[in-house]
């Protein structure tokens, strides 16, 4: 049966990872495989299309405790946009894992009271993303 979701779901309701906490997935339609990143470790994960293969592993672009969180795929390059929970900063890939030196970072409003700012869950797609992004470099 097909795995179906609704939006807003975790991907951990749906599948079992050998990894803990998994983030978000994208679906890489060049090697028709999904992209998942964890947040407790400093991996990017590649599954075949049903999720019950893992294919290989990639380092993140971001140091233990950064947290990665978001990932896209950028049909435009062929690479891997990611972000972490803190920075605000977008980092591009290549599916080795290697970062291109495109990035974009971001700053969030620091709420008054508050030492430093915290990132916001975007509500568009990953498509709306990567225009956005594409549109800031």
């Known amino acids: 049966a097909?795995?179906?979701?609704?939006?807003?779901d975790l991907v951990a309701d749906f599948v079992t990872f050998a990894v803990?906490?998994?983030?978000d997935i994208t679906y890489d339609e060049t090697e028709d495989c999904f992209w998942i990143t964890t947040f407790l470790d400093e991996?990017?994960?590649?599954?075949?299309?049903?999720?019950?293969?893992?294919?290989?592993?990639i380092p993140s672009p971001f140091?233990?405790?950064?947290?990665?969180?978001g990932i896209t795929w950028n049909p435009l390059d062929d690479t891997l946009l990611?972000?972490?929970?803190?920075s605000g900063r977008i980092v591009e890939l290549d599916k080795l894992g290697v970062p291109t030196g495109r990035e974009i970072s971001t700053r969030f409003s620091t709420p008054p009271g508050s030492q430093r700012a915290r990132s916001a869950v975007s509500p568009l797609t990953p498509a709306q993303r990567l225009a956005r992004a594409r549109s800031m470099s």
Not at 2 to 8: F, I
Not at 82 to 86: E, G, K, L, P, R
Request: net charge negative.
């Open 20 to 23: 803990i906490a998994p983030q």
């Open 63 to 69: 140091l233990t405790f950064e947290f990665t969180t």
């Open 2 to 8: 097909p795995l179906e979701a609704d939006p807003g």
């Open 43 to 57: 991996r990017i994960y590649k599954y075949n299309t049903d999720l019950t293969q893992l294919l290989d592993t």
């Open 82 to 86: 990611v972000t972490n929970a803190d």
